[in-house]
């Protein structure tokens, strides 16, 4: 107690000065959270808009050759078939679930109100591929038995039901697609990114209705044992002699095969996002340090005004570890509490941007694209905030203690 007392007193003495000192510290911590919450922000914001898939999925579109191949015409159409799926299962132990797309645009009826949509043909595993969402008691995706049994039942965005059912529950009702009725058992409820409303039909029943010649030009899949880019890399370029070879064209033939490896573009983003919440942290503690220099600094001053204060005390029996004790504390109580200050009005200005980013993407029902998402700080991040000031108090409190006892009270009484 003597020496907070002491500390206090010396503080008191010097209000001014204590103040400035602390601002520098807050300021330091202050900034240091508010870039890592944009940085998190940020970081999360990229994720969100990778969610409109599987991570790992790899998606194909069968084009038109442009090269000539083993004396074929150039300009040929290449759709998909079963074929190709056989060869990739035939090939490749990567690929986990699998499903070949048939869409197309249709007009979607419901009494008298209409809309075009788009009308695709999956299977089951499309759901996991591509992430849809099913909120309770909104039904559920395309099974095995739709598909087994070429059932004429469709999944539907919210959107369409917005549209045609004019807030009146779909489920277990019908539409119509062109000629053909449809019975609504599920409602996705996901948010699909620059994309026409949907309708999921089994792949089966889409291929008997409207793909006679049992065709597609699309081929999603998730992958597994994928982990870098060079990986990634080596197997679009296998994937893609793999289709040459069943399709019969020029593997060189850029426009034959559209390949979109979410992997790779997800790790390569990543990367990108890791270097600049790297940098943004650097950039933080660099500024914290700046602050806690200030504090060594001014408690260099602070003995230096005190050593005849520090020589009589020597005189009357105070060791050297008091005395260091002494210097240490007041210094991790200005870093600590100033520290804290920064700390809560960082963590207050995080925590509101945040509430105004959910409030505007709240209002925006039309997207699920965001650049910015829960830009709050960790609770890591504020422990390690807490570390790091109780560290820099004790270092900003060393030297100027250090020199303190060693301070011989002879030389310090002669101070004036």
């Not at 003597?2 to 900034?31: A, C, P």
């Not at 991570?55 to 040929?76: A, D, E, F, H, T």
Request: net charge positive; with cysteine; glycine share 8%.
């Amino acid at each position: 107690m003597d020496i907070l007392q002491e500390i206090l007193s010396s503080l008191r003495h010097n209000k001014l000065r204590t103040v400035l000192t602390g601002l520098s510290v807050s300021w330091g911590i202050f900034i240091l959270i508010v870039l890592l919450g944009a940085g998190n922000g940020l970081n999360n914001g990229i994720r969100h808009n990778f969610n409109d898939r599987a991570v790992n999925s790899i998606q194909m579109w069968s084009g038109k050759s442009s090269l000539p191949y083993q004396g074929l015409q150039v300009n040929r159409p290449l759709d998909f078939s079963e074929k190709q799926i056989d060869a990739i299962n035939t090939r490749f132990t990567e690929p986990d679930k699998k499903t070949g797309i048939i869409e197309k645009q249709s007009v979607i009826t419901r009494n008298t109100e209409y809309g075009n949509y788009t009308l695709r043909g999956v299977n089951p595993s499309y759901k996991e591929i591509f992430n849809l969402e099913f909120e309770p008691g909104a039904g559920r995706f395309i099974n095995e038995f739709d598909l087994q049994n070429h059932s004429k039942v469709a999944v539907i965005d919210k959107k369409i039901e917005e549209v045609l059912f004019k807030g009146k529950p779909a489920l277990g009702q019908f539409i119509q697609v062109g000629p053909v009725m449809f019975r609504v058992i599920g409602i996705n409820s996901k948010k699909e990114l620059y994309e026409n409303p949907v309708c999921y039909i089994p792949f089966t029943t889409a291929q008997i209705i409207y793909n006679p010649n049992q065709k597609f030009n699309s081929i999603a899949m998730t992958m597994h044992g994928l982990k870098t880019e060079a990986e990634n890399d080596t197997f679009n370029s296998e994937l893609t002699k793999v289709m040459a070879g069943s399709l019969h064209f020029n593997p060189e033939d850029k426009q034959a095969l559209y390949l979109f490896n979410a992997q790779r573009q997800y790790l390569q983003t990543m990367k990108i996002f890791d270097g600049i919440t790297l940098f943004v942290t650097i950039v933080g503690i660099l500024t914290l340090i700046a602050g806690i220099v200030g504090v060594s600094n001014i408690m260099l001053v602070s003995v230096k005004e005190r050593s005849r204060e520090i020589g009589i005390r020597k005189a009357i029996g105070a060791s050297p570890g008091m005395i260091l004790r002494s210097i240490v504390i007041e210094s991790v109580l200005i870093t600590g509490v100033f520290g804290y200050v920064g700390m809560v009005a960082g963590l207050g200005l995080t925590e509101s941007v945040n509430y105004l980013l959910q409030q505007s993407s709240a209002g925006d029902s039309d997207t699920n694209m965001t650049i910015f998402l829960d830009s709050t700080v960790p609770l890591t991040y504020v422990f390690a905030s807490t570390v790091i000031l109780i560290v820099s108090g004790i270092a900003a409190g060393y030297i100027p203690a250090r020199h303190a006892v060693r301070i011989k009270p002879v030389e310090a009484m002669r101070e004036k």
